[in-house]
C-alpha cells in the first residue's frame, strides 16, 4: 500500500510534459537538472529540493500539494524514504521513518484531536513496541499489531488505575502483574527502558527544540507562586523556585529572586499567596517593577502530574505564551527535569 502514491503523477508529468511546469535551478553540463531547484506543476504541486540525473524527489526537499498537504525530508525514486515529516490541513502530522512512502520504523504521529502515538511503524500501521496517548491523559504503554492495541503492555487511567497483561484489540484478555509486563518488554526491546521513565518511548530521531537567541538585554521577570489541585503548598513553592532558576539560566530571562519579590510586596501591604488571575498577576508585576510575570497551576491526578504556566506582559496584561507539560511519575521527577522543558516552552 502506497498512500502517496499521487505524488508520482507529477513526476510523470515531469519526465513526459516538461514544458508544462515552471523549472529553474542548476543543470549539468549536459543540460540535465541537478541540485538543488523548483517545480511548480500544472495541478498546482510544488516541489522544492534535490535533483539527481534530470529527475526530482531524489535526496532531501519539500512537497506541497494543493491542499495544503505537506511533505518535508528524504525522497528516493519518487518515493518517500528515510526521515522526514508529512503535515495535513487539519493538522495531523507524521514525523518519522519511511519507506516506499510507507510509515516504516521509528515515528511519532500526532492527531488533529489530540491522539498520539510514538513507536514503531510497519507499513503505515503500528507495529511494536510503544506509547499511544489519549486527549485526556489516558496512556498505554506495549505491544501493538496491525494499527489495534494487541499484545502485552500496561495502561495508565487518569485516576491513577493501572491496567497490566496481555491485550487484544485495546481490551484486556489476560493479566500479569506490571513487573513480569515490564520485564517483557525490556527484554523483547532493547529501545524500551522501563515505566520509570518519563516518557517511555522508542528512540525517534526527532530535531531537538532550539531556543530563540538570547537578547542583549535579558527581560526582567518575576514568578509567582502556582496554585496546586491536590499538591501542597511547600512542592508548588519548590517548583517554582525550580522554574525561576530554569528561565535564569536560558539568558533569556533576569529573574527577581523570591526573597526580593515578597519583601517589595510585604513593604506594599500585598500578598501574591493565591494570585492567579492575569489581574492579580499584572497588579504584583506592576509593584516589584517587572516587564513580564509568569503563573500557572500545578495538578496531580493518580501519578499524573499537571503544569500548565503562562507568561503576561505588565504593559497589555495579555497573555504572551503558555506552556503545558505532563508528568507521569513522582513529583521529585518533575521538579528534577519536567520544569526545564516548562521555562523551554514559554519561550519558544
Given amino acids: 500500500m ?13 519526465i513526459s510534459c516538461a514544458d508544462k511546469v515552471s523549472y529553474w535551478g542548476k543543470k549539468n553540463s549536459d543540460g540535465k537538472y541537478h541540485g538543488l531547484g523548483v517545480i511548480t506543476f500544472i495541478n498546482g504541486d510544488k516541489w522544492e529540493g534535490e535533483f539527481r540525473d534530470g529527475k526530482p524527489f531524489n535526496g532531501k526537499g519539500t512537497y506541497q500539494f494543493p491542499d495544503s498537504s505537506k511533505y518535508k525530508g528524504e525522497f528516493k525514486n519518487g518515493l518517500l524514504n528515510g526521515q522526514g515529516t508529512y503535515t495535513w490541513p487539519n493538522g495531523s502530522k507524521y514525523i518519522g521513518e519511511w519507506i516506499d512512502s510507507d510509515y516504516n520504523g521509528k515515528g511519532t504521529f500526532t492527531w488533529s484531536d489530540g491522539r498520539k502515538y510514538i513507536g514503531e511503524w510497519k507499513d503505515s500501521k503500528k507495529n511494536g513496541q510503544g506509547t499511544f496517548t489519549w486527549p485526556d491523559g489516558r496512556k498505554y504503554v506495549g505491544e501493538h499489531t496491525d494499527d489495534s492495541i494487541t499484545g502485552k503492555g500496561v495502561t495508565f487511567e487518569i485516576n491513577g488505575e493501572i491496567k497490566s497483561g496481555i491485550w487484544t484489540n485495546g481490551n484486556l484478555q489476560d493479566k500479569w502483574t506490571f513487573e513480569a509486563v515490564e520485564s517483557f518488554l525490556k527484554n523483547t526491546y532493547p529501545q524500551f527502558k522501563g515505566f520509570d521513565y518519563e516518557t517511555p518511548t522508542t528512540s525517534v530521531s526527532l530535531p531537538k527544540p532550539v531556543l530563540p537567541s538570547s537578547p542583549e538585554k535579558p527581560v526582567l521577570i518575576a514568578v509567582v507562586d502556582f496554585s496546586g489541585n491536590n499538591v501542597s503548598v511547600g512542592d508548588c513553592r519548590a517548583l517554582a523556585d525550580r522554574l ?14 523570591r526573597e526580593m519579590m515578597d519583601e517589595i510586596i510585604k513593604e506594599q501591604g500585598f500578598q501574591q499567596s493565591g494570585c492567579t488571575t492575569n489581574e492579580c498577576m499584572v497588579t504584583v508585576g506592576k509593584l ?8 500557572g497551576s500545578i495538578s496531580q491526578v493518580g501519578n499524573v502530574y499537571s503544569v500548565s504556566a503562562r507568561i503576561v506582559s505588565i504593559e497589555t496584561g495579555e497573555i504572551e505564551n503558555t506552556a503545558v507539560y505532563d508528568h507521569t511519575g513522582n513529583i521529585g521527577e518533575l521538579l528534577t527535569g519536567g520544569m526545564k522543558k516548562v521555562a523551554y516552552e514559554l519561550i519558544k
Avoid: D, H
Fill in 2 to 14: 502506497k498512500r502517496f502514491l499521487p505524488l508520482l503523477l507529477p513526476l510523470l508529468l515531469f
Fill in 244 to 257: 525561576r532558576s530554569e528561565l535564569f539560566n536560558t539568558k533569556y530571562f533576569k529573574v527577581i529572586e
Fill in 288 to 295: 516589584i517593577g517587572v516587564e513580564k510575570i509568569v503563573g
